[in-house]
């Protein structure tokens, strides 16, 4: 089994920054990418950020520039760093791991969610 435990939401105003972070625990033998999702009320859950193993990185266009994903491979865990926040980031941040837990298996694993909140 694989836990994903996530990290660091919370209030902030307009302008302001958060850091999440999200580390993930289990049997694993790899962790090809790790990323984050976002689901704000009454709408589907997008992607935000994603990262492979090697430091590939694929931002959502409306994060571009304010936001940083990063990865510490050696302790599974994966970051994000959130800059310049906007009242329209509000949602909650859900944690995403494709984890190798066998030689043939890949599984998807999600976090249980942080509500970020940004609001004056």
């Known amino acids: 089994q694989v836990q994903l435990v996530e990290s660091g939401g919370g209030l902030v105003q307009p302008g302001g920054s958060l850091r999440l972070s999200c580390a993930a625990s289990g049997s694993i033998i790899s962790i090809p990418a790790m990323g984050w999702y976002r689901q704000a009320p009454g709408k589907q859950r997008e992607l935000v950020a994603v990262i492979t193993r090697g430091g590939t990185t694929n931002d959502a266009d409306s994060v571009k520039g304010r936001f940083t994903i990063s990865r510490d491979n050696a302790n599974n865990t994966v970051y994000l760093q959130m800059n310049s926040l906007k009242p329209e980031d509000t949602a909650v941040y859900y944690c995403?791991?494709?984890?190798?837990?066998?030689?043939?298996?890949?599984?998807?694993?999600w976090g249980q969610g942080t509500q970020v909140t940004v609001s004056s």
């Open positions: 995403n791991a494709r984890v190798q837990i066998t030689i043939r298996t890949t599984r998807n694993y």
